[in-house]
C-alpha cells in the first residue's frame, strides 16, 4: 500500500473490531488515534503495538457525551491532520423490546446513534476545511434484516444510516466520502460468550473487517463505495 495517511481516528477501539482496525492502519504507516470509555483496554492495544514497533495515541473518550467528543476532536486535530473518522463504538443487548430497561435503552441509543452523530458534527469543520475526508460507519446487517432481541440496537444501526444517506448528500460537494459497512455476525465481545464459544467457527473475524476497512479507505479515484455488506460465508447465525 502506497498511500500514506495522515491520520485514522478510530472510536471504541479497545476490543472487536476497533482494536483490530486500529493495528492494521498502524501498519500503513498512519497516525492511529484510538479512542474508548476503557482506558487500560487502551493501553493494552499500545502495549500489542510495541511488539511490531507501532502505536496509537490513545485518548479516554465517552462519545455518549457531547462535550467529551468535541474535546476529543480538539485534542486530535491539535496533533495531526486527519483524514478519516471510523465510528466504531457500539453496545447491545440481546432482550426482547419490553424487556430492556430505560437505562438500556439510552446508553445503546446514546452510544450507537447519538455518539457516532456528535463525533461527524465536531469532526466535519476540518474536513471542509482541508477539502477532503473519509466517514467510515460500522453499522450493522441488523439495519436490513429483521433479527428478534435487537430491537433498539436495530433502531440506532438504522438511524445512523438514515443519517448517514442524508449526510453524503450534503458534504460531496467538499470531497467528504461517507461508507457505511453493514457487518453480519462478528467474532467480538458483543456477543455473549456462549455464542461465541459454539459459533465462532460461523462468525467472521475483527481482523478480516479491519482489512477490508483499510482496502475501502485507500481506494483511490472518483470512485467511493458507499455501502457494503459483508456476511460469513455460511450466512447469519
Given at each position: 500500500?502506497s498511500?500514506?495517511?495522515?491520520?485514522?481516528?478510530?472510536t471504541?477501539?479497545?476490543?472487536?473490531?476497533g482494536?483490530a482496525?486500529?493495528?492494521?492502519?498502524?501498519?500503513?504507516?498512519s497516525?492511529?488515534?484510538?479512542?474508548?470509555?476503557?482506558?487500560?483496554?487502551l493501553?493494552k492495544?499500545?502495549?500489542e503495538?510495541?511488539k511490531?514497533?507501532?502505536?496509537?495515541?490513545?485518548?479516554?473518550?465517552?462519545?455518549?457525551?457531547?462535550?467529551?467528543?468535541?474535546?476529543?476532536?480538539?485534542?486530535i486535530?491539535?496533533?495531526?491532520?486527519?483524514?478519516?473518522?471510523i465510528?466504531?463504538?457500539?453496545?447491545?443487548s440481546f432482550?426482547?423490546?419490553e424487556?430492556?430497561?430505560?437505562?438500556?435503552?439510552?446508553d445503546i441509543?446514546?452510544?450507537?446513534?447519538?455518539?457516532?452523530?456528535?463525533?461527524?458534527?465536531?469532526?466535519l469543520?476540518?474536513?471542509?476545511?482541508q477539502?477532503?475526508?473519509?466517514?467510515?460507519?460500522?453499522?450493522?446487517?441488523?439495519?436490513k434484516?429483521?433479527?428478534?432481541?435487537?430491537?433498539v440496537?436495530?433502531?440506532?444501526?438504522?438511524?445512523?444510516?438514515?443519517?448517514?444517506?442524508?449526510?453524503?448528500?450534503?458534504?460531496?460537494?467538499?470531497?467528504?466520502?461517507?461508507i457505511?459497512?453493514l457487518?453480519?455476525a462478528?467474532?467480538?465481545?458483543?456477543?455473549?460468550?456462549d455464542v461465541?464459544?459454539?459459533?465462532?467457527?460461523?462468525?467472521?473475524?475483527?481482523?478480516?473487517?479491519?482489512?477490508?476497512?483499510?482496502?475501502?479507505?485507500?481506494?483511490?479515484?472518483?470512485?467511493?463505495?458507499?455501502?457494503?455488506?459483508?456476511k460469513?460465508?455460511?450466512?447469519?447465525?
Open positions: 500500500m498511500k500514506k495517511l495522515s491520520g485514522v481516528w478510530i471504541g477501539g479497545s476490543s472487536g473490531i482494536k482496525a486500529a493495528k492494521e492502519f498502524a501498519r500503513t504507516g497516525q492511529v488515534f484510538v479512542s474508548a470509555r476503557r482506558v487500560r483496554e493501553e492495544l499500545n502495549e503495538l510495541e511490531e514497533k507501532l502505536s496509537a495515541v490513545v485518548f479516554p473518550c465517552n462519545v455518549a457525551s457531547s462535550v467529551n467528543v468535541d474535546q476529543t476532536v480538539k485534542k486535530i491539535a496533533l495531526n491532520t486527519v483524514d478519516c473518522l465510528n466504531n463504538a457500539g453496545i447491545t432482550k426482547a423490546a424487556d430492556n430497561s430505560v437505562q438500556e435503552i439510552n441509543i446514546n452510544t450507537n446513534l447519538l455518539g457516532s452523530i456528535y463525533t461527524i458534527r465536531y469532526i469543520p476540518h474536513f471542509k476545511k477539502g477532503k475526508g473519509t466517514i467510515i460507519n460500522i453499522l450493522s446487517s441488523a439495519a434484516k429483521i433479527f428478534t432481541n435487537s430491537s440496537y436495530t433502531a440506532s444501526k438504522l438511524g445512523l444510516l438514515g443519517y448517514s444517506n442524508v449526510l453524503r448528500e450534503e458534504v460531496r460537494k467538499y470531497n467528504i466520502r461517507i457505511n459497512i457487518p453480519g462478528t467474532e467480538t465481545p458483543m456477543w455473549p460468550s461465541r464459544k459454539s459459533s465462532s467457527d460461523r462468525m467472521m473475524t475483527g481482523e478480516e473487517v479491519a482489512r477490508l476497512l483499510v482496502w475501502v479507505y485507500l481506494q483511490e479515484g472518483n470512485m467511493v463505495p458507499e455501502e457494503i455488506t459483508i460469513p460465508v455460511e450466512g447469519d447465525l
